[in-house]
């Protein structure tokens, strides 16, 4: 079983363009409606974030609910997305060294998603 975060956004076409922008990766457009993007998958090295467009998913309530671990291969990879989110969203958890020899930290972005992003040095 392999599960994947399944993100709802309002306008996908952009936000999607925004999510790259942070991690890099190839968008895969799997759903439109004339130009609109409903469905849409960002493939960054062996993982896939799945975004919708609020129309398709229509989400009950922004919030919360539902964290996304993040486990950073690298360190400047790390501190990079720590940057991009911090910068446009809020931090939970500052960046901190945890007692595992790496580093964390609790952002929510933009659009109200929370990431707890790990980067693990050993």
């Given at each position: 079983?392999?599960?994947?975060?399944?993100?709802a956004?309002?306008?996908?076409?952009?936000?999607?363009?925004?999510?790259?922008?942070?991690?890099?990766?190839e968008?895969?457009?799997?759903r439109?409606?004339?130009?609109?993007?409903?469905?849409?998958?960002?493939?960054?090295?062996n993982?896939?974030?799945?975004f919708?467009?609020?129309?398709?998913?229509?989400?009950?309530?922004?919030?919360?609910y539902?964290?996304?671990?993040?486990?950073?291969?690298?360190?400047?990879?790390?501190?990079?997305?720590?940057?991009?989110?911090?910068?446009?969203?809020?931090?939970?958890?500052?960046?901190?060294?945890?007692?595992?020899?790496?580093?964390?930290?609790?952002v929510?972005?933009?659009?109200?998603?929370?990431?707890?992003?790990?980067?693990?040095r050993?």
């Amino acid at each position: 079983m392999i599960a994947y975060p399944f993100i709802a956004v309002d306008n996908c076409k952009d936000e999607i363009k925004y999510y790259q922008s942070v991690f890099g990766g190839e968008i895969v457009i799997l759903r439109k409606q004339g130009e609109e993007v409903l469905n849409a998958d960002l493939h960054v090295e062996n993982a896939i974030l799945k975004f919708a467009d609020t129309q398709a998913a229509k989400p009950v309530l922004k919030g919360d609910y539902v964290r996304i671990f993040l486990k950073i291969e690298k360190e400047d990879m790390f501190r990079k997305i720590y940057g991009e989110f911090a910068a446009s969203g809020t931090i939970n958890t500052e960046m901190y060294e945890a007692p595992f020899d790496g580093l964390l930290a609790i952002v929510t972005d933009r659009n109200g998603v929370c990431w707890v992003l790990s980067f693990y040095r050993s």
